[in-house]
């Protein structure tokens, strides 16, 4: 199967990027990375989340790269990116080694951006908070369905009351190493129920069911287990950037909960957003409300340090 299986018209097909480049990680893992919009705007970083690709965030390139330089990377076995050679390669170390990568390889010393991710693209914002290379490029962070801690735990993708018995069929079911195979209607009714609300437009529902079948079944298998294991808690309370969470209430995979948990950890939270009937794929489900929430960020904590940071360059 296609590893870039994404739709190719209409508003969620991913725009051409200016230049693409590959960061090199920590463990020599190459990244992809796509930078769109103008070299002199001020900066976003979009980090997309488990089974996505840089194509999840084509809704938030195409409307913010008139007026920004907006970069993307497929995390590391998605999309473009080359897959972990062991399971040693998975972890969120690793996420946060990668993401200091593109970091490094895209912004010049001191120019700072805004960082939005996307469930397992916030926790890899969330690893890299005490990382020194994200300190020095993090002007403010937008964090979207996403959760620090008690992934499966938490989970209400399966219908069935907290406990034990779903907490071990929703492992199951995340992590099992069977192939996802083609898009079929049936496959678009298990995905919108799992990760989007009941309201979700088809076309919303095929640009996701699109991405994630794209992903190898061995890279979903691999991030599964880190997901599982997950505990950033200690991490968040280090994120001291100015920070937005936004979820939808609907949100079956990081359920509310983990947003409002998020809220109570952040030291500068800039408050919660809560999209009423949304699942878990808001910057599809809600393009808007989430590159508006990206645009007041930059607004906010990057036009004027960028222009002084320009003036000083000239």
């Known amino acids: 199967m296609s590893r870039l299986m994404h739709v190719t018209s209409g508003p969620y097909a991913p725009p051409v990027p200016v230049r693409e480049l590959t960061a090199v990680s920590a463990d020599a893992a190459r990244i992809h990375v796509e930078v769109h919009g103008p070299e002199g705007a001020p900066a976003v970083v979009l980090a997309h989340g488990w089974t996505c690709s840089t194509a999840f965030w084509a809704a938030q390139v195409r ?17 473009r990116s080359a ?33 939005a991710g996307h469930s397992m693209g916030g926790m890899t914002i969330m690893a890299a908070a005490r990382r020194p290379v994200f300190q020095e490029h993090a002007a403010a962070v937008l964090l979207c369905s996403t959760g620090s801690a008690r992934l499966v735990a938490e989970s209400r993708v399966i219908p069935l009351r907290a406990g034990r ?9 995340l992590g099992s190493r069977a192939p996802l195979g083609p898009v079929t209607p ?62 939808g209430t609907e949100d079956r995979m990081t359920p509310v909960v983990h947003a409002r ?20 794929m ?28 320009v003036k000083e360059g000239a």
């Open 83 to 115: 897959a972990p050679l062991g399971p040693s390669a998975y972890s969120v170390r690793t996420l946060a080694d990668d993401l200091e990568a593109v970091l490094a390889a895209t912004l010049g010393p001191g120019e700072r951006a805004v960082i």
């Open 63 to 79: 409307a913010l790269a008139a007026g920004h330089r907006v970069i993307t990377y497929d995390q590391r076995g998605h999309g």
């Open 186 to 247: 049936l496959a678009r009714r298990i995905l919108k129920y799992a990760t989007m609300g009941p309201g979700s437009a088809p076309g919303k529902v095929e640009a996701c069911a699109r991405i994630v079948h794209a992903c190898p079944r061995r890279v979903r298998y691999g991030w599964s287990h880190v997901l599982d294991e997950l505990e950033l808690d200690a991490e968040v309370t280090q994120l001291t950037v100015p920070t937005a969470v936004v979820v």
């Open 165 to 173: 018995l779903r907490t071990r069929i929703t492992r199951s079911v």
């Open 282 to 309: 808001t910057p599809v489900e809600a393009p808007e409300a989430v590159t508006e929430h990206i645009a007041e960020l930059v607004d906010t904590y990057v036009r004027v340090q960028h222009a002084q940071h």
């Open 261 to 280: 948990r998020l809220v109570q950890l952040l030291p500068n939270c800039l408050g919660l957003t809560e999209l009423a009937g949304l699942g878990h």
